[in-house]
C-alpha cells in the first residue's frame, strides 16, 4: 500500500470542484501539507491550495519563518480574479467577504532519515500517529474537547495586518517505526477519529470512491460525523512512492436540495382584516348586488327554459298533426269529386237547356199567334179567359200595378181579360230580354 | 438526543432565529448616551446582524446558502398589536430564508443594504409576541426535517415592562415556559434577552444570577435560557469573562455589546 489520499465535499456543496479542503505531496522530500479552507470566508479554497503547494516546495518548521513564508503568499491569493454580483446586497457582502480575506487551517509534515517526523500545525486539523503497536499518537489536539476550543486559523488580513505570531503554531518532531502508518485529517473526520478511534481500521480498509462515499454517508446519516469537506492523507512509512487519490469521479453530485418556503400555518389562519362599519356595509351592499344579479340570471334561464319547451313541444305537435292530416291518395275519394263536379256541370246545362225550352215555347206562341186566323184568337182567347178565369181578382190587380209601374196604360181594377193577359206576356217577354 | 459538535448549519440543516422587536411608545427616548433613539439603535443592530449572517452564508461562488431563516416579530407598533416586522417586498411574512433576505433589502444605507426602519408608537404586548413566536417555533419544528437541524433562537429586545403580563407576570411567563419545552433533536429552544435603557452605566452581561429590586429585569433574567457551549465560546472569543452557567440576558448594554449578544446568539 502506498500514500492515500481520500477526499469528499460536504453535501451542501453539491460538486466536488466546491471542496474547501486542499492538500499539497512531494514524494521526493516526503512533504506534505493539508489545509482547510473556512466556508464562511472569502476564496478561502484559494487560499488554502497557495499555502500547502508552497509548503511542500519549500517546507518550513519555524513559525516565524513560516509566517513570513504566508505572508509572502498573499499577493498571490490577492491576484486571483473575482466577479461581483450583479445584486448589490450580495456585491456588498462579497466586498466586505474581500476585506476579511481568506482564512485556513493547515498543517505540514515532512519525514527525515532518522525516522523522524517534523510536524507544523495552525487550527483544527489534526494527525494520528499510528505505531506498530496500533497505539494512536494524535497531534495537536488529543481530544475532542480541545479541538473543538481552538480558535486559530491564517488568515491573509490578519498576515497582512502582523496579528499572526507563532503562538498560533503548534510545532513537534515525533518518531515512528518503519511499520507505522501516519493519518492527516481535517476536523470533521479527526473529530470522528478521537471520539471513535475504531473507525481508524475502517478508513485504512477504504479501497475506492464507492467505500469512502459509503462511509460518509453512513457516519453522517448516524449525526456521528459532522456535514463538512472529508479529506485524509494515508501515509505507511514502508511506502512512501505510489500515491493513490480516492475522490468523487467527475459525472459525481450530491442532489441539491428542494427549496420550498416555510410558511407557519398557525400564524397564517390566525390573519385577520379589520373593516370598518362602512367598508362593512358596502362589502354586503356589494354580496346583495350580486346575489340579486345572481337571481335575475337565474330567472331569465328558467323562462329561457320554459320558451324552449314550448317551441319543442309545439314543433313536436306540427310533425305529428302533419303525419296524421297528410293528404290519402285512394282513388274514391278523387272519383267523388269527379262525379261531384260532374254533376255540378250536368245541372247547369240542365237548367241552360230548360231556360232555351221556355223560350223556343214563347217564340213558338208567338209565331202561331202571328200566323194563326182572328177566330183562332176566340180559341185563344179562351183559353185566357180560362187562364184569366185561373186567376184571382187580387192576383189579376197585383199584375196590372206592376204594369203601371212598368209603364203600361192599364187600369188596376182586378179584371182579368184577354187583352191583359197579352199585355203580360209581351211585359214577361221584355222582362226575360232584358235579363 | 445528537450531539450538537457533530451539527453543522447548512442549508440542508438551517436554523431559524427569531427576532423580536419592541416598538413601543418608550423607545423613542434616547438610547444611553447616544444622541439617537433606543429605536434607531435597536433598528441598526438588527440590520447590521442580518449582514453579518449574510456574511457566513455566502459562498465562494457568490452563492447565498439558506443557512439560516430569520423572522423579525414587532410588537408595540400599533396597540396591542404584533405583526411581522418585515418590510418592502418582504411585507406579511414571518420567516425568510437569508437568500430572499438579500433578494428584497428595503434599500441601502452607506453601501450596505437595509431592511427594517426604526418604529416607537404605541404599547408594550410583549406577551402577545412570545405567544406568536412560540407558534412559530413550534410550526417550524414540525417542518420538513427541521428536527434533525439546531433548535430555533429567539432574541427579544426590549426597553421595558410588557402591558399585557397580567399578574405577577403570570401570562408571560407561562408563554415562555411553553417555548423552553419545544426542542428538535439538537437541543431546546433557546431564549436571549436584551434589556436596554436610557441610564447609561450599570451594565450587566451574561450574568449567572442577578441581585436587582427591578422586579422586570429579574423577570427577564428568569425567562432567559443557560448559554449553550458555542454561545459560550463565541462571548469569549468576543472578550466577555463569562462563568458557566450564564445566562443569555444583557442589562444595559452598549451599542459594540448590542452587536455582540446578537452575534453570539447567532450559532456558527
Known amino acids: ?435 | 438526543m445528537h450531539d450538537i459538535r457533530n451539527l453543522t448549519i447548512s442549508s440542508t440543516n438551517p436554523c431559524l432565529l427569531v427576532y423580536l422587536i419592541d416598538q413601543s411608545g418608550s423607545m423613542n427616548e434616547k438610547f444611553g448616551n447616544a444622541s439617537h433613539t433606543k429605536a434607531v439603535e435597536v433598528t441598526n443592530a438588527i440590520n447590521d446582524i442580518l449582514y453579518e449572517v449574510g456574511l457566513r452564508c455566502i459562498g465562494s461562488g457568490g452563492e447565498l446558502k439558506n443557512r439560516f431563516e430569520i423572522a423579525i416579530i414587532g410588537y408595540g407598533k400599533q396597540e396591542n398589536v404584533v405583526q411581522s416586522g418585515w418590510e418592502g417586498q418582504l411585507s406579511g411574512k414571518w420567516v425568510v430564508s437569508i437568500k430572499n433576505i438579500f433578494e428584497f433589502p428595503l434599500g441601502q444605507e452607506n453601501d450596505k443594504p437595509i431592511w427594517i426602519k426604526p418604529y416607537s408608537v404605541s404599547n408594550t404586548p410583549m406577551t402577545k409576541a412570545f405567544e406568536n413566536a412560540k407558534r412559530l417555533c413550534n410550526d417550524w419544528i414540525n417542518w420538513g426535517n427541521h428536527r434533525d437541524c439546531h433548535a430555533p433562537i429567539i432574541i427579544n429586545i426590549t426597553d421595558g415592562e410588557a402591558t399585557d403580563a397580567g399578574s405577577n407576570f403570570n401570562a408571560l411567563k407561562s408563554q415562555v415556559e411553553q417555548i423552553k419545552s419545544l426542542r428538535t433533536n439538537y437541543g431546546s429552544v433557546s431564549i436571549l434577552n436584551i434589556h436596554i435603557s436610557t441610564r447609561a452605566g450599570d451594565k450587566l452581561l451574561f450574568p449567572s444570577e442577578v441581585n436587582t429590586g427591578d422586579k422586570f429585569e429579574r423577570l427577564l433574567f428568569e425567562m432567559s435560557t443557560p448559554l449553550d457551549e458555542n454561545m459560550i465560546r463565541i462571548a469569549q472569543q468576543k472578550g466577555y469573562d463569562i462563568r458557566h452557567n450564564a445566562k443569555g440576558y444583557v442589562f444595559n448594554g452598549n451599542a459594540t455589546d448590542l452587536i455582540n449578544f446578537l452575534n453570539i446568539g447567532t450559532p456558527q
Open chain 1, 1 to 435: 500500500m502506498g500514500i492515500t489520499v481520500l477526499q469528499l465535499h460536504k453535501r451542501a456543496s453539491y460538486e466536488f470542484k466546491y471542496i474547501q479542503d486542499k492538500y499539497a505531496v512531494n514524494s521526493e522530500r516526503k512533504t506534505f501539507a493539508l489545509a482547510d479552507g473556512t466556508t464562511q470566508s472569502f476564496n478561502s479554497e484559494i487560499w488554502a491550495e497557495i499555502i500547502t503547494k508552497g509548503f511542500v516546495e519549500n517546507p518550513i518548521f519555524n513559525a516565524n519563518e513560516l509566517i513570513t513564508s504566508f505572508t509572502k503568499q498573499v499577493e498571490l491569493y490577492k491576484s486571483a480574479k473575482f466577479e461581483f454580483s450583479t445584486n448589490p446586497a450580495k456585491a456588498s457582502l462579497e466586498k466586505a467577504k474581500q476585506n476579511k480575506g481568506g482564512t485556513a487551517t493547515f498543517i505540514g509534515l515532512q519525514f527525515n532519515e532518522q525516522n523522524k517526523l517534523d510536524v507544523i500545525s495552525c487550527g483544527d486539523t489534526n494527525l494520528f500517529l499510528l505505531n506498530s503497536e496500533n497505539k494512536i499518537i494524535p497531534f495537536p489536539f488529543a481530544d475532542v474537547d480541545s479541538l473543538d476550543a481552538n480558535n486559530y486559523f491564517i488568515n491573509t488580513e490578519q498576515l497582512l495586518q502582523n496579528k499572526i505570531d507563532e503562538t498560533f503554531f503548534k510545532q513537534r518532531t515525533l518518531e515512528y517505526s518503519p511499520s507505522g502508518i501516519l493519518i492527516i485529517a481535517t476536523d470533521a473526520l479527526s473529530r470522528l477519529i478521537l471520539k471513535k478511534p475504531s473507525t481508524i481500521t475502517e478508513l485504512l480498509g477504504i479501497k475506492n470512491f464507492d467505500q469512502l462515499h459509503e462511509f460518509c454517508l453512513k457516519y453522517w446519516e448516524n449525526k456521528e460525523l459532522q456535514e463538512d469537506d472529508i479529506s485524509a492523507i494515508i501515509i505507511p512509512f514502508n511506502n512512501m512512492a505510489d500515491l493513490k487519490l480516492i475522490h468523487p469521479p467527475k459525472d459525481f453530485s450530491f442532489p441539491k436540495e428542494k427549496e420550498e418556503e416555510f410558511i407557519p400555518s398557525s400564524l397564517q389562519q390566525k390573519k385577520q382584516t379589520n373593516y370598518t362599519d362602512m367598508e362593512m356595509n358596502e362589502i354586503r351592499n356589494q354580496f346583495n348586488g350580486v346575489a340579486q344579479d345572481f337571481h335575475q340570471v337565474k330567472k331569465k334561464l328558467k323562462l329561457h327554459e320554459m320558451l324552449l319547451m314550448v317551441a319543442i313541444s309545439l314543433l313536436m305537435v306540427n310533425i305529428l298533426l302533419m303525419y296524421f292530416l297528410r293528404p290519402t291518395n285512394s282513388k274514391d275519394d278523387i272519383s267523388n269529386a269527379k262525379a261531384k263536379s260532374e254533376n255540378a256541370i250536368i245541372k247547369k246545362h240542365e237548367n241552360t237547356i230548360g231556360d232555351l225550352k221556355s223560350e223556343i215555347q214563347t217564340l213558338k206562341s208567338k209565331i202561331t199567334d202571328l200566323t194563326q186566323p182572328k177566330e183562332e184568337p176566340k180559341e185563344e182567347k179562351t183559353e185566357p179567359t180560362k187562364t184569366s178565369q185561373t186567376i184571382s181578382k187580387e192576383e189579376a190587380k197585383k199584375r196590372q200595378e206592376e204594369l203601371i209601374k212598368a209603364g203600361y196604360k192599364v187600369t188596376a181594377d182586378g179584371i182579368w181579360g184577354a187583352q191583359s193577359e197579352k199585355t203580360w206576356n209581351e211585359y214577361q217577354l221584355k222582362k226575360k230580354d232584358k235579363k
